[in-house]
RNA sequence: GGCGGCGUGGCCGAGUGGCUUAGGCAAGGGCCUGCAAAGCCCUGUACCCGGGUUCGAUUCCCGGCGCCGCCUCCA
């Protein structure tokens, strides 16, 4: 049993699913104008880590996130930068996945455009405005708030409550402030699909209804994203799937913010780093390693330094790796230690607790390594394999050995020469030669292995 | 103003009414090693402030102070 924070009611409950053995969860995607920062980032992991960590429990997972390639935004950036807004899109969008890969973030299942599903929505909208959820006015047609009991579940306030809140002038056409546009009318020179409210594009808040129930179908399991998308942008989907009286999402799930000095970090407060200039500047695995050790739905400080100590840890793993190689001279086969494999499980049925999962895999990690020190090979392997088991399932897979050149081989076979014959001065001297070209020598009571 | 969250050791970050007081990184000491690397062991006055409840509170309650999020596009 799966228990997972449920935004709608506001406690930790169970995951039921609609189907045994199966999960079909829909995540939002992004808005694809400008480059993806670090809270992009963490949102990618952590349903990664989720979606990774269900299959991993036999489910089969069916995993949507859309692209929004349609939007005021991105008109807006296309205009700046004097190009079609589908060709910004395109492009933004293939900086996504390309980040996306070198987080080593799995596809989605199914990862729709909005712009392809522009005929559904007019579909469903035109369902909204016969349910008499919707009405006309100057500028598009708008989503009717009143009319949908409960509005406002997702916030956990009241329609009334949220109203006392209204901090903004809002737009004039609409009839109350929460109501919110379904069909944008087209203005001169914006990109514009035919429907009965006349040339436009859809809303944002409706792209993801359709599309996660085209692919997912009524009722779909899970429905994940930033908690800044909890309203009101998925509790408009809701509220527009109660009006079309069609089930929607039964848990939804959100996870909060990277902050930078405190603050959240946002494209609009200027304070946000990119992924790619994370990535170049580091391992990409340590970003993963840094979010995985806050819990989710907590708040996490990035600085170049925290990102700094994840890597750090991270070559702790991957000299554990080295030492447990299943095809390496130590490699014993025997099964994972069971006792851990449940401890990881446990805690990541409990919320997605990855911080109580890592601290019991660094654990067994020392553990392991105690083992093979006093000798106990047997343990200390099952015990090894049942940790690289647990890291592989959340995404963290030790560093390929890359081949050292047959130069830096031919040097590490001269030094195990000179070491032999106790020439320790030459040996160093071929240490320090081997080193120039980028690899470590660790020696062992098996022989000398090398590394990056 | 409404709703919600947070304040933990040098840094990051879990957690709990008392028990061996997570885990990672960093620091100091040690073991191992020809020397390293890797590994292991040990060490450090941690729980924002003030009341209250309690035999006992970092943990529960009340009140402060500070910070943050949503209510507007936003992962």
Redesign the pocket.
């Given at each position: 049993m799966v228990a997972l924070y449920d935004t709608a009611s506001?406690v930790r409950r169970e995951l039921l699913l609609r189907r045994p053995g199966e999960l079909a969860m829909y995540v939002?995607?992004?808005?694809v104008y400008d480059a993806a920062?670090?809270?992009?980032g963490?949102?990618m992991l952590v349903w990664d880590v989720a979606r990774r960590f269900f299959a991993s429990r036999g489910l089969a997972v069916t995993y949507v996130s859309n692209i929004?390639d349609i939007?005021?935004?991105i008109i807006e950036r296309a205009a700046l930068l004097g190009i079609p807004p589908s060709e910004l899109a395109r492009m933004e969008e293939e900086r996504w996945w390309k980040i996306s890969d070198e987080l080593g973030v799995l596809r989605p299942t199914h990862a729709p455009r909005a712009t392809e599903y522009v005929p559904d929505m007019v579909d469903f909208l035109r369902r909204l405005a016969e349910a008499g959820a919707a009405y006309e006015a100057a500028d598009g047609l708008y989503f009717d708030t009143s009319s949908v009991p409960g509005y406002g579940l997702l916030?956990?306030?009241s329609l009334d409550?949220?109203?006392?809140?209204?901090?903004?002038a809002?737009n004039v056409a609409k009839r109350a402030?929460?109501d919110?546009a379904l069909w944008k009318a087209a203005k001169p020179g914006e990109p514009s699909w035919d429907s009965p409210w006349g040339p436009g594009r859809p809303g944002?808040h409706t792209e993801c209804v359709v599309m996660s129930l085209d692919l997912l179908g009524e009722g779909f399991d899970l429905h994940g994203?930033?908690?800044?998308?909890?309203?009101?942008?998925h509790e408009n989907e809701r509220a527009q799937a109660a009006a079309a009286q069609v089930g929607f999402a039964g848990h939804w799930a959100?996870?909060?913010?990277?902050?930078a000095g405190?603050?959240?970090?946002?494209?609009?407060?200027h304070n946000?780093s990119t992924l790619a200039s994370l990535t170049e500047a580091h391992d990409p695995r340590s970003y993963r390693?840094?979010v995985l050790?806050?819990?989710y739905r907590?708040?996490?400080?990035v600085?170049p330094?925290?990102v700094?100590?994840?890597e750090?840890?991270l070559?702790?793993l991957d000299?554990?790796a080295?030492?447990f190689a299943p095809e390496g001279p130590l490699g014993i086969a025997v099964a994972p230690e069971e006792a851990l494999l449940q401890a990881f499980v446990a805690a990541m049925e409990d919320d997605l607790?990855t911080?109580?999962a890592?601290?019991?895999?660094?654990?067994a990690?020392?553990?392991a390594?105690?083992l093979?020190?006093g000798g106990d090979a047997q343990r200390a392997h099952a015990l090894a394999r049942a940790v690289l088991e647990c890291f592989a399932v959340l995404g963290l897979e030790p560093a390929a050995g890359s081949d050292a050149s047959p130069e830096v081989k031919e040097l590490l076979r001269l030094?195990d020469m000179a070491?032999r014959d106790?020439d320790?001065?030459a040996?160093?001297h071929l240490?320090e030669r081997i080193s120039a070209l980028g690899w470590?020598?660790?020696?062992?009571p098996l022989g000398?292995r090398l590394?990056r």
């Amino acid at each position: 049993m799966v228990a997972l924070y449920d935004t709608a009611s506001g406690v930790r409950r169970e995951l039921l699913l609609r189907r045994p053995g199966e999960l079909a969860m829909y995540v939002c995607g992004p808005t694809v104008y400008d480059a993806a920062h670090l809270g992009h980032g963490r949102h990618m992991l952590v349903w990664d880590v989720a979606r990774r960590f269900f299959a991993s429990r036999g489910l089969a997972v069916t995993y949507v996130s859309n692209i929004t390639d349609i939007d005021d935004k991105i008109i807006e950036r296309a205009a700046l930068l004097g190009i079609p807004p589908s060709e910004l899109a395109r492009m933004e969008e293939e900086r996504w996945w390309k980040i996306s890969d070198e987080l080593g973030v799995l596809r989605p299942t199914h990862a729709p455009r909005a712009t392809e599903y522009v005929p559904d929505m007019v579909d469903f909208l035109r369902r909204l405005a016969e349910a008499g959820a919707a009405y006309e006015a100057a500028d598009g047609l708008y989503f009717d708030t009143s009319s949908v009991p409960g509005y406002g579940l997702l916030a956990r306030q009241s329609l009334d409550s949220l109203r006392a809140g209204a901090r903004v002038a809002t737009n004039v056409a609409k009839r109350a402030p929460f109501d919110f546009a379904l069909w944008k009318a087209a203005k001169p020179g914006e990109p514009s699909w035919d429907s009965p409210w006349g040339p436009g594009r859809p809303g944002w808040h409706t792209e993801c209804v359709v599309m996660s129930l085209d692919l997912l179908g009524e009722g779909f399991d899970l429905h994940g994203g930033g908690m800044d998308l909890a309203f009101p942008h998925h509790e408009n989907e809701r509220a527009q799937a109660a009006a079309a009286q069609v089930g929607f999402a039964g848990h939804w799930a959100h996870h909060a913010f990277v902050t930078a000095g405190g603050e959240k970090m946002s494209k609009s407060a200027h304070n946000f780093s990119t992924l790619a200039s994370l990535t170049e500047a580091h391992d990409p695995r340590s970003y993963r390693l840094l979010v995985l050790r806050s819990h989710y739905r907590q708040p996490l400080e990035v600085t170049p330094e925290t990102v700094s100590q994840a890597e750090e840890a991270l070559s702790r793993l991957d000299a554990f790796a080295r030492r447990f190689a299943p095809e390496g001279p130590l490699g014993i086969a025997v099964a994972p230690e069971e006792a851990l494999l449940q401890a990881f499980v446990a805690a990541m049925e409990d919320d997605l607790d990855t911080p109580a999962a890592l601290a019991a895999l660094f654990e067994a990690l020392r553990s392991a390594n105690t083992l093979a020190d006093g000798g106990d090979a047997q343990r200390a392997h099952a015990l090894a394999r049942a940790v690289l088991e647990c890291f592989a399932v959340l995404g963290l897979e030790p560093a390929a050995g890359s081949d050292a050149s047959p130069e830096v081989k031919e040097l590490l076979r001269l030094r195990d020469m000179a070491r032999r014959d106790r020439d320790f001065a030459a040996a160093d001297h071929l240490r320090e030669r081997i080193s120039a070209l980028g690899w470590v020598v660790e020696d062992t009571p098996l022989g000398s292995r090398l590394h990056r």
